[in-house]
């Protein structure tokens, strides 16, 4: 398995998702539950969109969303969650 890369903080609040309900909505800002089904769903895409919205998850899932809010402050993410 890779190690940590720290650019995929930045393209997690930098990317929309290319596909599926919630298509044009930056990655942070997808909702628990959407995350939720692809895990239901065996999991989430490969490559580097799965690692990504894998990220937001783990980010999600333990109620670390403040780390999201620094991030758009950072990088300029303006979407609304």
């Not at 890369?5 to 909505?25: A, C, D, N, Q, S």
């Not at 690692?51 to 990088?75: A, C, P």
């Amino acid at each position: 398995m890779e190690g940590f890369r720290p650019e995929i903080l930045k393209e997690i609040v930098t990317t929309k998702m290319p596909f599926g309900k919630y298509e044009g909505r930056m990655l942070c800002d997808l909702p628990v539950s959407y995350l939720e089904w692809f895990v239901g769903k065996g999991g989430f895409p490969k490559g580097k969109l799965g690692v990504l919205l894998s990220t937001v998850y783990e980010i999600k899932l333990n109620g670390l969303e403040d780390i999201i809010y620094e991030l758009k402050r950072q990088f300029g993410s303006t979407s609304h969650s």
